[in-house]
């Protein structure tokens, strides 16, 4: 299964010290230059894990499929994360923010984002648990509402 990932679900999983999760489920995972540039604005452990795990990882988005991106009026990663998933006959892509999402979802892109990630990796036994890992996105100020909380652990069984 080939992925594309927006910026949002690695940070959020180099956050929680989970990247790995991703080369786990997933046969590849691939993400824009811009995408792997809005990584690199955090600064400190977070950002060099990304820049690790990247390695090899990161394409350059070029085509007409970027112009139709552009269309859709997103930021710059988004915008490639979308071209990229057209250009490369993506199966997923990974985006949490609502405006990307809604958009994707708009013009029948499959997605998930990090929440879908962390009950995927619970359900097929790669984590314990994801209550802890929820509770540390939540304290680094990362947006899971109470709905979503709940309905999540309620999908992991926990």
Known sequence: MLVISDSSPLIALAQCGRLDLLDMLFDQVTIPTKVFEETQVITGKVANSIAAWS??????????NLAR????????????????YWDTNADLLLIDELDGR?????????????????????????????????????T?????????????????KE
């Not at 013009?107 to 509770?135: H, M, S």
């Open 140 to 156: 680094l100020n990362f947006y899971i509402s109470d709905n979503l909380y709940h309905r999540a652990l309620s999908a992991a």
């Open 55 to 64: 390695q090899g990882k990161i394409m350059t988005v070029n085509g007409n």
């Open 102 to 138: 809604q958009a994707a979802l708009a013009v029948g892109i499959k997605i998930t984002g990090t929440v879908g990630i962390l009950i995927i990796a619970k359900q097929r036994g790669l984590v314990p648990a994801i209550r802890p890992l929820l509770d540390i996105l939540r």
């Open 69 to 84: 991106a552009k269309a859709l009026a997103l930021d710059p990663g988004e915008t490639e994360a979308l071209a990229l």
